[in-house]
């Protein structure tokens, strides 16, 4: 049918926008809490979720009328994880009455600074971000310049807030799952960038993926692709 493509090219950008409504609705009675009960704390959950909005209404903008991508990424292995590392998110326990304040605020404040690390990221990037691991663009420029998966870092650490901030061995193993399926997702990623451009296996050598890199590592680089993914 003519207008399944077009369907197709509108979901990701209005699921994003849905989730970027039902966290802004949930901040202003966050803010409504925060201005009747004021508490550091308070203020910590309504500045995480005014963060975590403005990356999702970045999500929607920049997947708007997006052309397609350089390399695609069509194995089932990344839409299981993209998949994974999107519906564990949801499954983080919130923290209980008997939670130490000390974890507490440790965790949010991890939180924040993971989506403060995000939103630069996604700007940053932006039409070239995407939710499968495909190749639409080769950014070096911001957060880029220091690990090659900002982004995806941005994505642990916030998740690392929620398990720090409600520790459980359940939030413990949702966190692990995370971050498992984000690795897929940046070795996926990778390959589509190096098939894409070939200068990627120089910009890899001298960039960490997720922690900065001091000097370039460049011995075994061959065959077409880094060889090191570290």
């Known amino acids: 049918m003519p207008v399944r493509p077009s369907l197709m090219r509108w979901a990701v950008p209005a699921l994003f926008g849905v989730a970027a409504a039902s966290i802004a609705a949930r901040t202003a009675n966050d803010l409504a809490h925060a201005l009747a009960h004021d508490s550091v704390r308070s203020w910590l959950v309504v500045s995480y979720g005014a963060l975590r909005t403005c990356v999702l209404a970045a999500f929607a903008v920049f997947t708007v009328g997006r052309a397609a991508p350089?390399?695609?990424?069509?194995?089932?292995?990344?839409?299981?994880?993209?998949?994974?590392?999107?519906?564990?998110?949801?499954?983080?326990?919130?923290?209980?009455?008997?939670?130490?304040?000390?974890?507490?605020?440790a965790g949010e404040v991890i939180a924040l600074a993971s989506c403060i690390w995000m939103l630069a990221s996604v700007l940053t990037l932006g039409r070239c971000f995407g939710v499968l691991p495909e190749a639409r663009g080769l950014v070096t420029s911001g957060p880029y310049r220091l690990v090659r998966h900002p982004l995806y870092l941005g994505e642990i650490g916030a998740c690392a807030g929620l398990a720090v901030a409600a520790a459980s061995s359940a939030n413990a193993a949702a966190f692990a799952t995370v971050l498992?399926?984000?690795?897929?997702?940046?070795?996926?990623?990778?390959?589509?960038?190096?098939?894409?451009?070939?200068?990627?296996?120089?910009?890899?050598a001298r960039t960490g993926r997720l922690l900065p890199r001091f000097w370039p590592r460049v011995k075994g680089i061959g065959h077409g692709r880094p060889a090191t993914l570290a």
């Open 70 to 105: 350089v390399e695609r990424t069509r194995s089932p292995l990344a839409f299981l994880a993209c998949a994974a590392a999107m519906a564990t998110v949801l499954v983080f326990s919130a923290p209980t009455v008997h939670t130490p304040q000390g974890l507490l605020v």
């Open 180 to 204: 498992a399926a984000q690795m897929v997702r940046m070795r996926l990623e990778e390959r589509a960038l190096t098939a894409a451009f070939p200068e990627y296996v120089d910009y890899a």
